[in-house]
T-cell receptor, first 115, second 114 residues
Framework: KAGVTQTPRYLIKTRGQQVTLSCSPISGHRSVSWYQQTPGQGLQFLFEYFSETQRNKGNFPGRFSGRQFSNSRSEMNVSTLELGDSALYLC??????????????FGPGTRLTVL | GDSVTQMEGPVTLSEEAFLTINCTYTATGYPSLFWYVQYPGEGLQLLLKATKADDKGSNKGFEATYRKETTSFHLEKGSVQVSDSAVYFCALLNYGGSQGNLIFGKGTKLSVKP
């Protein structure tokens, strides 16, 4: 079974631009979560999508948005990029549902550099 | 709110040394606890987990016991190898309306020398 894939793996943008990152979850998984990893703040939760609906959201400004498609693939978008948005963005998929915990499987991440 | 505190690194050990990485948490209710590992240039891999008090998670020689009385989930390994060099993250997940909200510690970088 293929793992979580993220594209692109590396990205360089300049301040003020916008960027879209993509995540393809493991086949059959319906939940996709996004995390930002920086040296200063560590790993922080951005949002989670389940069955095309945002189910949970972290404490990030509205410049950060996401969506999920009917095939469970997800995209996140960052508008008006700032230098501080430089980070590794990790996507995680899980079977989803409610009740018992479903293990999250992480992708390799997209390394975004804002100049 | 919920939080995780783990010992700051880096931690440098010789091969076959004993490893302990401390992790404590603050959370309401009964969270599940996890250790993730991140090798250079890669995403996170789940190393082990425990879903209730007194559970012991184990994998690849690593162990951690969920201690509710001390709100701790310390990671241990009896004999580390060079291949264990990585960053280790302690995390918790509190049940709610979503499965997605893992809360991570800052990470501890482990370097094992031959």
């Amino acid at each position: 079974k293929a793992g979580v894939t993220q594209t692109p793996r590396y990205l360089i943008k300049t301040r003020g631009q916008q960027v879209t990152l993509s995540c393809s979850p493991i086949s059959g998984h319906r939940s996709v979560s996004w995390y930002q990893q920086t040296p200063g703040q560590g790993l922080q939760f951005l949002f989670e999508y389940f069955s095309e609906t945002q189910r949970n959201k972290g404490n990030f400004p509205g410049r950060f948005s996401g969506r999920q498609f009917s095939n469970s693939r997800s995209e996140m978008n960052v508008s008006t990029l700032e230098l501080g948005d430089s980070a590794l963005y990790l996507c995680a998929s899980s079977p989803g549902g409610t009740g018992a915990y479903n293990e999250q499987f992480f992708g390799p991440g997209t390394r975004l550099t804002v100049l | 709110g919920d939080s995780v505190t783990q010992m700051e690194g880096p931690v440098t050990l010789s091969e076959e040394a004993f490893l302990t990485i401390n992790c404590t948490y603050t959370a309401t209710g009964y969270p599940s606890l996890f250790w993730y590992v991140q090798y250079p240039g890669e995403g996170l891999q789940l190393l082990l987990k425990a879903t209730k008090a007194d559970d012991k998670g184990s994998n690849k020689g690593f162990e951690a016991t969920y201690r509710k009385e001390t709100t701790s989930f310390h990671l241990e390994k009896g004999s580390v190898q060079v291949s264990d060099s990585a960053v280790y993250f302690c995390a918790l997940l509190n049940y709610g309306g979503s499965q997605g909200n893992l809360i991570f510690g800052k990470g501890t970088k482990l370097s094992v020398k031959p």
